[in-house]
């Protein structure tokens, strides 16, 4: 009987050591914070060079307005891009130099002529027919300034003045009778200012430079 009670507990004893033993190998190894035996994180995939788009190119979809245009940023009317203060300015000088090269070459050719009425001096004139010849050069001069545009904007082109085949040219002419009509029948009713006269608008009241009416509340 003792010889019995000897060999059940030696087989107990082996027992509780082989699973103390198995339950220490099958667990897995944790570092310990700080002791430096940590594993070192897997490295992080290289992302693949973002290319920039060639100069030119249209933005890609689903960019932000302004995105592959000048360095003004955003779109302008039409979807053009949105031109920075000093290129609206190079591209107003420019502008400005080119119908001044016009209005030069054609008052040369009507030297000697200069006062006589435009509708005699040019061809399908509509509007603004007992001018002189050179005030009517001036004032097509000053609707360029007015819109920001040269004179192709309403001709279509040069030596091609009395051509009445863009609508822009046709859209001027109701213009200058809209203003016209806006001064004598409309303003002409307030009463004169210290000039003397009443109050009188122009195409520059509304455009400020632009090809539309301005629609800011402050002029810019």
């Not at 001709?155 to 001064?183: C, F």
Request: aromatic share 4%; glycine share 12%.
């Amino acid at each position: 009987m003792a010889y019995c009670r000897a060999l059940v507990a030696t087989l107990l004893v082996a027992g509780t050591l082989s699973c103390a033993s198995n339950t220490s190998s099958a667990s897995p190894t944790t570092p310990t914070p700080g002791s430096g035996d940590a594993a070192a994180p897997a490295p992080r995939p290289t992302p693949p060079p973002v290319m920039a788009p060639p100069q030119g190119a249209p933005p890609p979809q689903g960019a932000p307005p302004g995105a592959g245009g000048p360095p003004g940023g955003g779109r302008g009317p039409g979807g053009r891009p949105q031109l920075t203060p000093e290129q609206v300015a190079a591209r107003r000088d420019s502008i400005t130099a080119m119908r001044a090269g016009v209005v030069a070459s054609l008052m040369s050719r009507i030297a000697g002529n200069e006062n006589r009425r435009a509708g005699d001096e040019f061809t399908n004139v509509l509007l603004m027919k007992d001018t002189t010849a050179a005030n009517f050069l001036k004032q097509m001069d000053y609707y360029g300034r007015s819109l920001s545009v040269g004179c192709q904007f309403c001709h279509a082109g040069e030596g091609k003045w009395d051509d009445d085949s863009k609508p822009e040219k046709k859209t001027a002419r109701t213009m200058i009778e809209l203003v016209n009509l806006i001064n004598t029948q409309g303003l002409s009713k307030l009463p004169a200012g210290r000039s003397g006269q009443t109050p009188r608008i122009s195409c520059i009241t509304c455009h400020r430079g632009r090809t539309g009416p301005g629609t800011a509340l402050l002029p810019q």
